[in-house]
């Protein structure tokens, strides 16, 4: 989350921005792998999942909300529909927990809310998961062609 609020402040997802945040915050080497499968995917689908927060938070734009939540939301949505190996409970409930120690007071209820929407709206089939990026989210054939 740190990483994507770095970047999202700098208004800049580049690799050499992510390199930057690497440098200065030092990722530990078992966490790598993860850490850039999260970074990069959001980056890669982040106007896909942009337009999904949207849609389940009743009249907000991404612009509007605050970093913190923004970001949280991000990653979230990106394991939820990109990372099949991740139940999606673990999911939501990370981002709520994030949200309440780093967000604002209302951040828990407001991450939860919209999280449990989009997550209800896979279950009844409206949003398809795509659980097709790679370990290192090189993009597959499948996602490249979308």
Do not use: H
């Not at 390199?19 to 790598?32: A, G, Q, S, V, W």
């Not at 927060?53 to 509007?64: D, G, M, T």
């Not at 913190?68 to 991000?74: F, G, L, S």
């Not at 209820?109 to 089939?125: C, H, Q, T, V, Y």
């Amino acid at each position: 989350m740190q990483a994507l609020f770095y970047m999202d402040n700098c208004k800049d997802d580049s690799e050499e921005v992510l390199k930057r945040f690497c440098i200065n915050f030092n990722p530990t080497e078992d966490i790598l792998p993860f850490f850039y499968r999260l970074v990069r995917g959001v980056v890669f689908e982040g106007n896909e999942i942009d337009s999904i927060i949207e849609k389940f938070s009743s009249n907000w734009k991404i612009s509007r909300m605050s970093c913190v939540d923004r970001n949280i939301m991000r990653i979230a949505v990106y394991e939820l529909l990109w990372c099949g190996d991740i139940p999606s409970k673990v999911s939501i409930n990370e981002a709520i927990d994030i949200g309440k120690k780093y967000g604002t007071g209302e951040s828990g209820p407001f991450i939860n809310g919209i999280l449990d929407s989009i997550r209800d709206a896979m279950e009844k089939g409206s949003i398809k998961a795509r659980d097709n990026a790679t370990e290192d989210n090189t993009p597959t054939e499948t996602n490249a062609e979308e």
